[in-house]
């Protein structure tokens, strides 16, 4: 059974920063790509940044403002998020496109999201 565990999330002022962590766990042979997503409610979940070996993206709502990371001997990625604003205001969730031991097939899964307020 792999399992994604995000971390990091909580109540932060406008201007301020956070550090989100996404820890993957299980009988993993390669994790692929890594990606965070946001959404808040009503509303489609958003892909806010991604990251591969070869490439990392992001919404251009966070460009400039939000960085995200890996490390592969972990299986850990992170999005440190600066300059928060209150449409920053999201539960986050991490994405992992993984090829398990058992499979060597790529599999998608999700962690279960950790809430991010702003306050104006």
């Known amino acids: 059974q792999i399992q994604l565990v995000e971390s990091g999330g909580g109540l932060v002022q406008a201007g301020g920063s956070l550090r989100l962590s996404c820890a993957a766990s299980?009988?993993?042979?390669?994790?692929?790509?890594m990606a965070w997503y946001r959404q808040v409610p009503g509303k489609e979940r958003d892909l806010v940044a991604s990251?591969?070996?070869?490439?990392?993206n992001y919404a251009d709502s966070v460009k400039g403002r939000f960085t995200i990371s890996r490390d592969n001997a972990k299986n850990t990625a992170y999005l440190q998020m600066n300059t928060l604003k209150p449409e920053d205001t999201a539960v986050y969730y991490c994405?992992?496109?993984?090829?398990?031991?058992?499979?060597?097939?790529?599999?998608?899964?999700w962690g279960q999201g950790t809430q991010v307020t702003v306050s104006s």
């Open positions: 990251i591969s070996d070869e490439s990392t």
């Open positions: 994405k992992a496109h993984v090829m398990p031991i058992s499979s060597r097939m790529e599999y998608s899964y």
């Open positions: 299980g009988r993993i042979f390669r994790i692929n790509r």
